[in-house]
Nanobody, 124 residues
Framework: QVQLEESGGGLVQAGGSLRLSCAAS????????MGWFRQAPGEERVIVAT??????????YYRDSVKGRFTISRDNALNTVALQMNSLKPEDTATYYC???????????????WGQGTQVTVSS
């Protein structure tokens, strides 16, 4: 059973930065896609970024609203995935979830394993 644990959330002022980290344990594989989703109160859970090893390089996807501000990275040796978030905006406020799965995708149904979530609050 794959287990994911997020850390690094918190309260930050607009324009600030946070770094989220997700530690994976269990039978994870280098080929897993690992992503970050977020969910604001009353809204659906949406993809923020995802990363997957293609065999020769890492493929990364970002939702449009975070391009140029967020960076997803992965350390297979440590079984971790990180999300560096810069130039944060109040609209980035949400609970952020780490996810892992065999299939690279942007939908929640593409991922089989989920962390408990970490809160990110950006004040204006």
């Amino acid at each position: 059973q794959v287990q994911l644990e997020e850390s690094g959330g918190g309260l930050v002022q607009a324009g600030g930065s946070l770094r989220l980290s997700c530690a994976a344990s269990g039978p994870t594989t280098r080929s897993y896609a690992m992503g970050w989703f977020r969910q604001a109160p009353g809204e659906e859970r949406v993809i923020v970024a995802t990363i997957k090893w293609t065999g020769t390089t890492y493929y990364r996807y970002y939702r449009d609203s975070v391009k140029g501000r967020f960076t997803i990275s992965r350390d297979n040796a440590l079984n971790t995935v990180a999300l560096q978030m810069n130039s944060l905006k109040p609209e980035d406020t949400a609970t952020y979830y780490c996810a892992a799965g065999n299939r690279l995708g942007t939908r929640t149904s593409d991922y089989d394993h989920w962390g408990q979530g970490t809160q990110v609050t950006v004040s204006s």
